[in-house]
């Protein structure tokens, strides 16, 4: 059994700060590459930050210098460390693991094959 179970969600003022975590369990074909996706009402779900098995990452414009994706691989765990959030930022943020290719990893969405269910994120104003 493959689970990715995302938590650390919640309601938060803007300006304010959250940790998402996203626990691993069972076998995956492939680990190489491991992201934050989130998707707001009737958007379209856009990658938010990625990471690769040694640590390189890619963060998508809106959130460079406010977000910080990390891993422990010890613990099977994924992070992402927001900060200074906006109210553009609400929406449910998925964690998902991917195997990239030629041993690249990517933001877009279409990379990855297995999908946490989601934890919500709310910044108000």
């Known amino acids: 059994q493959v689970r990715l179970v995302e938590s650390g969600g919640g309601s938060v003022q803007a300006g304010g700060s959250l940790r998402l975590s996203c626990a691993a369990s069972g076998i995956l074909r492939s680990r190489d590459c491991m992201g934050w996706f989130r998707q707001a009402p009737e958007k379209e779900r856009e990658g938010v930050a990625i990471?690769?098995?040694?640590?390189?990452?890619e963060y998508a414009d809106s959130v460079k210098g406010r977000f910080t994706i990390s891993q422990d691989s010890a613990k099977n765990t994924l992070y992402l460390q927001m900060n200074s959030l906006k109210p553009e930022d609400t929406a449910s943020y998925y964690c998902?693991?991917?195997?990239?290719?030629?041993?690249?990893?990517?933001?877009?969405?279409?990379?990855?094959?297995?999908w946490g269910q989601g934890t919500q994120v709310t910044v108000s104003s």
């Open positions: 998902a693991a991917g195997q990239g290719s030629g041993g690249a990893c990517y933001i877009g969405r279409n990379w990855y094959n297995f």
């Open positions: 990471i690769d098995r040694f640590g390189q990452t």
